[in-house]
Nanobody, 124 residues
Framework: QVQLVESGGGLVQAGGSLRLSCAAS????????MGWLRQAPGKEREFVSG????????AYADSVKGRFTISRDNAKNTVYLQMNSLKPEDTAVYYC?????????????????WGQGTQVTVSS
């Protein structure tokens, strides 16, 4: 079992930045590939970014590529999402998730453990 707790969400103006954090506890954090996914009102949950267990590989949705950066610190059991140049369409609840896979999943169903989510609101 892995417990995940997100923080860092909030209200920001378009063009601004936020840094999300996800603290993990339980099973060995370094064994899991990690992802950030988001769900906007009335929409399905979607993949945003993922990072391999070592941090050596990353993946991004096309909509955030070049604006968001994912990273992790296995010594601190924490994964981060730096979000720059935010747009109103980035408004969503952002979830941290862990996957016991040998690849970085992009499908919601391939993640095994989830945090409770943190709200990000970008005003125009």
């Amino acid at each position: 079992q892995v417990q995940l707790v997100e923080s860092g969400g909030g209200l920001v103006q378009a063009g601004g930045s936020l840094r999300l954090s996800c603290a993990a506890s339980g099973r060995t954090f370094g064994n899991y590939n990690m992802g950030w996914l988001r769900q906007a009102p009335g929409k399905e949950r979607e993949f945003v970014s993922g990072i391999s267990w070592s941090g050596g590989s990353t993946a991004y949705a096309d909509s955030v590529k070049g604006r968001f950066t994912i990273s992790r610190d296995n010594a601190k059991n924490t994964v981060y999402l730096q979000m720059n140049s935010l747009k109103p369409e980035d408004t969503a609840v952002y979830y941290c998730a862990a996957a016991g896979r040998v690849y970085i999943p992009r499908r919601v169903s391939e993640y095994d453990y989830w945090g409770q989510g943190t709200q990000v609101t970008v005003s125009s």
